[in-house]
């Protein structure tokens, strides 16, 4: 099982940007994906985006796409999100969780608080 650990959440006005880090501990080995995913109060967990652990192809939500930038960096084992623009609706915990092959995401992080001030 592999342990996540994201940073980087805070206050932020309209319009500024955030960058969030999930840290992976221990190597993640085979076929994998590695997401992003929030909860905003009273609303169901949400897909933001996802990156490929082979090819580093990357998969967004209409919401965030354009906004929102996946990465990784395999040296440091942690991937990032970059939000740029952000809006008072972005605020929410967002989680890093990391998927194998076909199987359901799995490993979860225990979230980082992002608030969007207008």
């Known amino acids: 099982q592999v342990q996540l650990v994201e940073s980087g959440g805070g206050l932020v006005q309209a319009g500024g940007s955030l960058r969030l880090s999930c840290a992976a501990s221990?190597?993640?080995?085979?076929?994998?994906?590695m997401g992003w995913f929030r909860r905003a109060p009273g609303k169901a967990r949400e897909f933001l985006a996802d990156?490929?652990?082979?090819?580093?192809?990357?998969i967004y939500a209409e919401s965030v796409a354009g906004r929102f930038t996946i990465s990784r960096d395999n040296a440091k084992n942690t991937v990032y999100l970059q939000m740029n623009n952000l809006k008072p609706e972005d605020t929410a915990v967002y989680y890093c969780?990391?998927?194998?092959?076909?199987?359901?995401?799995?490993?979860w992080g225990q979230g980082t608080q992002v608030t969007v001030s207008s």
């Open positions: 969780a990391v998927r194998y092959g076909l199987a359901p995401w799995g490993d």
């Open positions: 221990g190597r993640i080995l085979g076929s994998h994906f």
């Open positions: 990156i490929s652990g082979s090819d580093g192809g990357t």
